[in-house]
């Protein structure tokens, strides 16, 4: 495939913006070679500068799961333009967004947009920390819940129980706060939660990891979570960024049948516009400003072209109540097609799915935890990544994100794609 005009801009853009890219994982550091510039994009299909077609399997890392272009919503945003794009006042649809997703979610009263999903989960654990009048937090190792400080922290080393900074510009201050635990071992929670103890706000994770590849939680795991904060009076926060409006109409609450305290929104809620949330009971949420004293504000909170695009998307998931099942067997027919010919051409792997997330991992362990996610080859993956490129599907370029199945994929695409599979599979051994 030809990438000439892809380059240029990318030598372009390198100049004016910091590694030439807006979000560091685009620049393709974790695969090597020169990230894809895009013109445009329809349904299961990508375009590049270059007009390679592409089949997508990151949907701009999750929000377009309707496919690309997706009418309904672009007419919303169209239509919402003509009559003015920010107001910073109130407007209806704001609370027809909100009554839909407090409908289609159990567990939560009240709903409060920002606009991304990084701000969604800053904002809830801070409210989970003016709530419980308790300052730490417990996160796993591997979970992603956006770039603010109090995330962006690795296991201390040695016995130490608290964190450490791993980005500069954080700081130790900060990471003290922040509690690190393996994925999938509630052994571990519980500990930490006995060396803190009546210190700990609230435990916050993916409730199916997929920012180190997608990982389901064991059997059990978020029940004891569940268990664990009932008994200590720590609040249990989803973040559903990725999952929410994703595994079920009610995310993986739904689909697990466990109630979280707080539950964190982005991706699908915007239906590709930056859109995030938080939401909770009314005991929780009223204690947000301004009903209570936790702070929390946003110029362009709740913008109408925003909660347009995120009404269309939420209404569709909402009236159509077979996409879920439908994306589960698309994914699930591509996990078999893949596992069929990697095995077929003796390519060592593990593939993890939940739903319409789903990761290749070679390594043929188990893959449940960060440690275990990070032990897959990387130069398989690296391969993988460009060999697929060049048939024409492009994936995620690190070895520790999901794919994100879309319902514009039709059967002649995962057929193409499950093709593409065998042809690269045969360069990886
Ligand atoms: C993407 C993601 C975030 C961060 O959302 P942004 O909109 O990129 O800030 C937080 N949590 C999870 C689980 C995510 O996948």
Known sequence: ???????????????????????????????????????????????????????DYINSWGPMILGHAFEPVVNAVVEKAKKGTSFGMPTEIETQIAQLAVSMVPNIDKIRFVNSGTEA????????????????IIKFAGCYHGHSDSFLIQAGSGASTFGTPNSPGVTQGTAKDTLLARYNDL????????????????????????????????EGFLQGLRDLCDTNNILLVFDEVMTGFRLAKGGAQALFNIN???????????????????AARNEIMNHLAPLGPVYQAGTLSGNPLAMAAG?????????DPDIFKRLAEKTAYLHEGIARVLKENNVVHTINRVGSMIS????????????TAAKGNNESFKK?????????????PSAFETWFITDALSYEDLDFTILAVNTVAKTLN
């Not at 005009?5 to 974790?30: C, D, M, Q, T, Y």
């Open 311 to 319: 009404l269309a998307m939420l209404t569709e998931l909402n009236t």
């Open 260 to 278: 979280a305290d707080i539950v964190c929104f982005g991706k699908v809620i915007g239906g590709g516009l930056p859109v995030g949330a938080f």
């Open 360 to 371: 290749v991992h070679f390594d043929e362990g188990n893959v449940v935890d960060f440690e």
């Open 187 to 218: 052994e571990n929670v519980s500990e930490l939660i006995e060396a803190n103890k009546n210190e700990i706000a609230c435990i916050i994770i993916e409730p199916v990891a997929g920012n180190m590849g997608c990982i389901p939680p064991k």
């Open 1 to 55: 495939m030809n990438y000439k005009r892809s380059s240029a801009l990318f030598a372009e853009s390198e100049k004016v913006i910091p590694g030439g890219v807006n979000s560091p994982v685009r620049a393709f550091k974790g695969v090597g070679g020169t990230p894809i510039f895009v013109k445009g994009a329809k349904g299961a299909y990508l375009y590049d500068e270059d007009d390679n077609r592409l089949i």
């Open 384 to 396: 993988f990544f460009h060999g697929l490129l060049n048939e024409g599907v492009y994936i995620a």
């Open 121 to 136: 989960c800053m904002s809830a654990v801070r409210l989970a920390r003016g709530f419980t009048g308790k300052d730490k």
